[in-house]
């Protein structure tokens, strides 16, 4: 059933936001740090590890398959919660580590792009 899908989703969320703002004390800073990545990670090993070690029905593998395919949706939206003014207002160092990441991610594309085909010939 979907529903368990919306559990699972919730879950994990909710111990994102928990851990990030543990992460954030432990720091003493006072925001979330890495919650959104966290509750990306935990919706990612628990909806592959419920396939594997138990006995679901289909329609349940099905609900959870679903809200797991819909996990980058679902952390752009927690994302957009951050308050990027105040990043932007922090100085040049958080555009140029905003610009460092995005120059990054499209110069490992082609690395990724290699191991993806896994030796299929295009012609």
């Known amino acids: ?39 990306m990670l935990l919706l990612l090993v628990l909806s592959n590890l419920g396939s594997r070690k138990l006995a679901l029905k289909p329609i349940t593998e099905n609900g959870i398959g679903f809200w797991s395919a819909m996990y980058i949706p679902i952390v752009v939206a927690m994302a957009a919660r951050q308050n990027v003014f105040s990043a932007l207002s922090g100085g040049w160092m958080a555009i140029i580590a905003g610009v460092a990441a995005v120059t990054a991610s499209f110069a490992v594309i082609p690395v990724l792009a290699r191991f993806g085909q896994g030796g299929q010939d295009d012609s």
């Open 1 to 39: 059933m979907v529903i368990y899908g919306v559990a699972l989703l919730s879950f994990c969320m909710l111990m994102g936001v928990f851990v990030g703002d543990m992460l954030g004390e432990i720091m003493g800073v006072q925001a979330n740090v890495g919650g959104v990545g966290i509750a």
